[in-house]
């Protein structure tokens, strides 16, 4: 019995040291703790089910299972970079940290180790520069498309002239919430509208200054780059001023569901910039319900489904399941290395049909990545918070940033770490 | 003494003190744990968290370790509509008086006469089970707080003087008063009172006198776990319950610093100062040097303080005679 005891344990060890297949590894860096749990458990949930979904239905990509490689960082940078370190000789194809920081961070890291990265509308707005960052990936659009856009909003309100008027930006005081700033001033000195910094510290419990400070200033428009807490507070403290919701406009990070449901009625009409449209009337919906919830597999409680953050988890996690599509094609090879997987990501491209395809009809822009251009087709759409109903809509199209600004921002401060790092052109 | 005529000033003044307020009732819960045992407790912004998750819990019917037994095929999360808010405060009060009776019992019982840093280092390991224990219990998303108090502008304030005062903060106010007069009469004028005191001064000379530790400490933990449902009613009534809110500790330091870490009454002082300096210094010399200075400045406003005062202003001088 002891020895039949002794060959099982060494029998689950030698399971455990062996890979029992040769699945295409994708480690998830999530935050399922410590105070941004609540925007990265739906993120996480959206990515683990969606990539459940495809294993389950179609037995998983080119015929590999996808494995998930999960690692908490807790949105800590250190433990961000811990998290790359353990798993990235587990053969991890590309890394989404859903971090600015840890994404600042694995650039350099990564590159070296041939090891691409998706940072999905955050990390370093000039990675969007395939010909100097050519494993960092951004699209669908980057911070600075984001700030465009917002500002293209505030044009059609006030009826294509910005001339004269005040934009104030409450900002994260971190590397994520300055991103805008530059694109700002750009904007502000193209359209004439006088530029008003806020920032806050995190994590934003506290803002009455901030909003003192908004009610001193008057501005037309505020504009947000918060995360966490610091969301929920300043609508409430925007709402208890009694500045206009309809003219307060978050980045995609200050869109969910958990941003506005705490200050209850009085969020009501706050706008923010989407990459996606919300809801889940979508066939990729009823799939993750059909192969996934329904049969008992969800990767979170299931509460999650349909919220902001979920979809952009799902969005995140088709990109990658796409490129992972688009490497098999081009290596010929269904077991594709990180190498390849960069590869993907580079030349991928969905049209409308595909995305049809895909089970998201109308869902989100077509997109077509190149060498050059890691940085997508850069659109978003401007959605509005309904307080009765509880949902999000969108209230415009899908529309472009302002290229001449946004593209020579992007060459400019890409060249200059360029010239830092002595990266030649990598697209030549 | 332009800022004097500034419109802005009044108001200002007015938050800054309101503000001040909502930390004083976070450094309360403090002070009432190192007044009685002299253990600085690491743990007293998660128990504000874990006192608000389960007020939210008990008030929308959610059964606690949801998620852990659907791991074991139990998918129930709610068993009806919740109890009414009353109820659900007293339901939360005893769950915290639950919980100061297990504190004591698995955490400072084995650790009686120990350093006094071991016991910091066990409520900083306590601090961390409680935010794990809350995530399992109640979910780590975030959660609205209602409980029927009167929230945004005041109008009646808007009306005459223009100022946005928030409901809010005037009941928080009102609160704190209550709390720390409560406080301040039982300490001083009650039997256990002094008996907190005097474990406090000196554990076994405590005992020695017949003073039960353990029950000392129960009590002590337990009137703390109220003041952290108080402050975390307030807290979570502003931003809603989440993770993030175990992090209102940190406003609680500088005010710790200033007011002593012995005295209810400088708790509030040194919250209304703090309160009061930080918001005056963003307000009028944060936009000349880039903003965001709350965090630092309390702190530097408490250091400035401990240079004249170390024992902080109405802490108690200690004396060692060589």
């Known amino acids: 019995m002891k020895k039949l005891t002794i060959a099982a344990i060494a029998a689950s060890m030698m399971a455990t040291a062996i890979p029992a297949s040769a699945d295409l590894a994708i480690p998830l860096l999530s935050y399922r703790t410590g105070p941004y749990a609540p925007n990265g458990i739906p993120y996480a949930d959206g990515v683990e089910d969606y990539i459940s979904m495809i294993n389950a239905r179609d037995g998983g990509v080119g015929g590999e299972m996808l494995k998930i490689l999960p690692c908490e960082t807790a949105y800590n940078t250190t433990k961000g970079v811990e998290c790359y370190e353990a798993t990235k000789g587990e053969g991890a194809l590309v890394y989404f940290p859903l971090s600015t920081g840890i994404t600042y961070q694995l650039i350099p890291k990564a590159t070296a180790d041939n090891i691409p990265i998706h940072s999905m509308g955050y990390g370093r707005t000039s990675a969007a520069n395939g010909k100097v960052f050519s494993h960092v990936f951004n699209f669908p659009g980057t911070y600075w498309d984001a700030a465009s856009i917002i500002v293209k909003h505030m044009m059609d309100v006030e009826n294509g002239s910005l001339e004269g008027k005040k934009i104030a930006l409450v900002y994260h005081n971190s590397a994520y919430g300055k991103e805008p700033i530059r694109t700002l001033q750009e904007l502000s000195a193209k359209h004439g509208f006088e530029l008003v910094l806020l920032p806050v510290d995190h994590p934003g419990q506290e803002q009455k200054s901030t909003w003192l400070q908004v009610r001193k200033e008057k501005p037309d428009f505020v504009t947000m780059w918060g995360w966490g807490v610091m969301n929920q507070v300043a609508i409430s403290e925007a709402a208890s001023i009694r500045y206009p919701m309809d003219r307060f406009i978050g980045v995609w990070w200050s869109a969910s569901e958990n941003d506005v449901l705490p200050a209850g009625d009085k969020s009501h009409g706050y706008k923010a910039i989407a990459m996606n449209r919300p809801g889940t009337d979508f066939g990729v919906y009823r799939d993750i319900q059909k192969h996934v919830l329904d049969a008992g597999n969800a990767a979170g409680a299931g509460d999650q489904v349909g919220s902001v953050l979920y979809s952009r988890g799902v969005l995140n996690a088709a990109y990658l399941v796409e490129s992972i599509r688009t490497a098999q094609k081009i290596h010929g090879v269904a077991d594709i290395t990180p190498g390849m997987m960069r590869d993907g990501m580079e030349n991928l491209k969905i049209d409308q049909a595909r995305w049809t395809e895909m089970g998201f009809e109308n869902f989100t822009s077509e997109i077509n990545v190149s060498c050059e251009n890691h940085g997508g087709p850069g659109l978003g759409a401007i959605q509005q918070w309904d307080a009765n109903s509880g949902t999000w809509s969108l209230i415009t199209d899908f529309v472009g940033s302002d290229r001449a600004v946004v593209d020579a921002l992007i060459e400019e401060d890409s060249s200059a770490y360029a010239a830092e790092n002595n990266i030649a052109d990598q697209c030549s | ?322």
């Open chain 2, 1 to 322: 003494m332009f800022f004097l005529l500034d419109p802005f000033f009044y108001e200002i003044v007015i938050s800054g003190l309101l503000a001040g307020v909502m930390y004083a009732l976070v450094a309360l819960g403090f002070v009432l744990i190192f007044k009685a045992s002299g253990i600085f407790n690491f743990a007293q912004g998660v128990l504000a968290l874990f006192a608000a998750l389960t007020l939210v819990g008990f008030q929308t019917g959610q059964i606690p370790f949801a998620h852990l037994l659907s791991v074991f095929g139990f998918h129930v999360s709610h068993w009806g509509s919740g109890f009414p808010t009353i109820i659900a405060l007293l339901f939360s009060l005893l769950v915290m008086i639950g919980l100061a009776w297990l504190i004591v019992q698995i955490v400072l019982k084995p650790l009686v006469n120990q350093e006094g840093i071991i016991l910091f280092m066990a409520t900083i390991g306590l601090a961390y089970v409680l935010e794990g224990v809350g995530d399992l219990m109640w979910g780590a998303n975030v959660k609205e707080l209602n409980v029927g108090l009167p929230e945004g502008p005041s109008e009646f304030i808007l009306d005459t003087t223009d100022m946005f005062i928030d409901k809010l903060e005037i009941s928080a106010a009102v609160v704190a008063i209550i709390l720390v007069t409560v406080l301040t009469l039982f300490s001083a004028y009650t039997k256990m009172g002094r008996a907190l005191r005097a474990v406090a001064d000196d554990h076994q000379a405590a005992l020695s006198v017949g003073i039960s530790l353990e029950t000392i400490w129960w009590i002590v933990w337990s009137v703390s776990g109220i003041v952290a449902l108080v402050a975390g009613v307030m807290w979570g009534a502003k931003s809603g319950v989440q993770f993030s809110l175990s992090l209102i500790a940190l406003k609680a330091l500088p005010v710790l610093m200033l007011g002593g870490f012995t005295s209810i009454p400088g708790a509030i002082i040194g919250g209304l100062i703090i309160g009061l300096g930080e918001k005056l210094f963003e307000f009028y010399i944060g936009p000349m040097i880039g903003g965001a200075t709350e965090n630092w400045f309390a702190y530097m406003l408490a250091l400035i303080f401990l240079l004249f005062r170390p024992q902080g202003l109405f802490g108690e001088k200690i004396i060692e005679r060589v």
